[in-house]
């Protein structure tokens, strides 16, 4: 049994890793992150270098979890992490939310709301959490 | 002194000081971006020539032209791909010197650098401009043919690696410079009446700069993204600016004549000035691992030769680089014809501008050094909407030159030439010069055949013609000889093969 989790390299994301590992150790199940890009932007603050990849996974090797990271460019970053999802047949996806304007949430999508709509297995939405922010 | 102080008056009005400041910000930001330069906003930015007066649209194009030249320097610094072809060498030492945690002092350094290359530069122009002008002014058809076509040459046989693809870029400007009815019959119109008037420079402009690059970016669009440096204000400590101000003048030594020559270009100066700074430098250890005389040498000397190529575009009506080619487009635009009476005829738009070129100097230096951190963020832009926009302007840049739906099938035509030539690494320059020469080089002809009734050896009547064609000779003889002795040193990357890096 396994738990995904949605990273991107900012507060949100940490407070999903943070989440995540929680829960892994708690229900005992493997844990994948996904790290993902569309690749469409020169730099994108989201993505995570591979230094940065091999530190999150080499600390939560640490926690006693069996960890697989997903590092890629994708043509859509909600499908690459569902995608993951049913491939590993997950039994939880855990993703960061954050407070975006009316004018944002009308111009630009969500990857964490396609998450949460498209997803076949529950959704852990998260906020970030200085006190939990462990990762 | 008194032309230069009315040009301050003129340059300080409200309207030109905030087109001034248009400039270099759009400027600096298209720089910043890498494949989107100068000479594609300029392009996109043609149909301004329509509403705007000339002084205005003019400084705006200068600010443009100056800023980008500043911009490229960032994206070389921080991310290691240069914005612009002259801001390859910067990011040699540059990008060491970020990633080792000096981001603020090269980022300063090539600000400052810019600032005062900029400024002597800018001060040379005024000072040789009006003596060249007055010295071009008593030469016959021939010299000018002679110097056309020096300017021709050099641009596409002695700028870039390969020769062949620079001529093949040549033939197919000359080629589209020919269409229509100039001279009385029909030549490459295919019998039809759209072409019948040539295909206006603006269309090429726009189709192979913006058309040609967004379709190039199109077939490349998904990219691993790149590691940015992070960094806050620039600055430099005593010992920076120690080590900083000869490489500064040096570069601006390099830079101004390459500029002001026909052969123009930034790629040579900047790397003549790089190695000059690896022979000169008292911390040889550094160099290779972020030495700052590498990118204040380097970047004074593309802001110097940006400036210097005013000098030949003011003077004698030559553009030696691309983005003074699409101003030379812009001022056709507005029906100038810039060349030795140039000067004398608009006393007030070319002081104009060039007191312009001082604001627009401080302005940059002003405005970018504590902008750099907001300049980097430009990089996160998402490409298919800055490239949707790019082609919507670009279709409605076209389209208001004729208003005609023919000049949109032309744009598309052109612009698939220009993606073809991205792809084979064909140079655009030697293409829009072309464009841009290829009729007047034979207007000058024809006028001097005319004179001399029939007479070919007309041609080589005058001393400074045989000069030109002997400099000429020598430029073709001691290319081939270099190029037989020593593979190329210089990376002569251009603008594609940088987007190749990220590819």
Known sequence: MTIVIAYGTDQYGRAALAHGAAQAELRREDLVVVNATRGDSLVDRRYADDAEIERIKAELQTLGLSVSMRHDVVPDVADAVIEVAEQVDATLIVVGVKHRSPVGKALLGSVAQRVILDAECPVLAVKPDPLADTV | ?503
């Open chain 2, 1 to 503: 002194m008194d032309l230069l102080l009315e040009g301050f008056a003129t340059a300080l009005t409200p309207e030109n000081l905030m087109y001034a400041v248009i400039g270099v910000l759009l400027g600096t930001a298209v720089g910043v971006l890498p494949g989107i330069g100068p000479a594609m906003t300029v392009a996109l930015l043609l149909p301004v020539t329509f509403s705007v007066p000339p002084t205005s649209g003019l400084i705006l194009f200068a600010g443009i032209y100056y800023g980008g030249m500043y911009g490229g320097s960032t994206t070389s610094i921080l991310l290691n791909t240069p914005g612009e072809s002259s801001s390859v060498v910067t990011a040699l030492e540059g990008n060491k010197m970020a990633k080792s945690g000096r981001a603020a002092q090269a980022l300063a350094t090539a600000a400052v650098g810019s600032f005062v290359a900029g400024t002597i530069g800018t001060l040379l122009i005024v000072l040789l401009a009006p003596n060249i002008a007055d010295v071009v002014v008593k030469l016959g058809a021939p010299s000018y043919f002679a110097i056309m076509a020096l300017a021709l040459f050099t641009v596409t046989a002695v700028l870039g690696s390969s020769k062949i693809r620079g001529f093949i870029a040549l033939f197919i400007g000359l080629a589209i410079g020919l269409v229509g009815t100039t001279t009385g019959q029909q030549r490459m119109t295919f019998g039809s009446p759209q072409l019948a008037d040539g295909i206006d420079v603006v269309v090429v402009a726009v189709a192979v700069f913006a058309i040609g690059e967004a379709l190039w970016v199109a077939a490349h669009l998904r990219s691993k993204p790149l590691d940015v440096i992070p960094v806050g204000q620039p600055w430099m400590s005593r010992d920076d600016w120690g080590r900083s101000w000869k490489p500064w003048l040096r570069g601006t030594a390099f830079g101004f004549p390459f500029g002001a020559l026909p052969a123009g270009g930034a790629e040579v100066p900047t790397f003549l000035s790089y190695i000059t700074e690896r022979r000169l430098t008292k911390h040889p250890e550094e160099f290779g691992k972020g030495a700052i005389e590498g990118v204040a040498g380097p970047e004074a000397a593309n802001n110097a030769s940006a400036a210097g190529t005013l000098v030949p575009l003011l003077a004698i009506g030559l553009p030696t680089t691309a983005t003074a080619a699409v101003i030379l487009v812009a001022m056709q635009n507005y029906g100038l014809q810039p060349g030795p009476q140039f000067m004398d005829a608009q006393p007030k738009l070319v002081w104009g501008l060039l007191a312009s070129l001082f604001i627009a100097n401080t302005l940059l230096l002003v405005l970018n050094l504590p902008l750099a951190p907001v300049w980097a963020k430009l990089l996160q832009i998402r490409r298919p909407y800055l490239y949707a926009g790019i082609l919507f302007f670009a279709s409605l840049g076209a389209y208001s030159v004729n208003f005609q739906a023919f000049d949109l099938a032309l744009l598309l035509g052109i612009g698939m030439l220009g993606l073809a030539m991205r792809r084979f690494a064909i140079p655009v320059l030697p293409l829009i010069v072309g464009v841009i020469l290829g009729p007047r080089l034979e207007e000058q002809l024809t006028q001097a055949l005319s004179i001399s009734q029939g007479d070919v050896s007309t041609l080589w009547s005058e001393p400074v013609a045989v000069v030109v064609y002997i400099v000429m000779a020598i430029l073709l003889v001691g290319s081939v000889v270099m190029s037989r002795r020593t593979t190329p040193p210089a990376p002569t990357r251009t603008e594609d093969a940088s987007m190749d890096v990220n590819a």
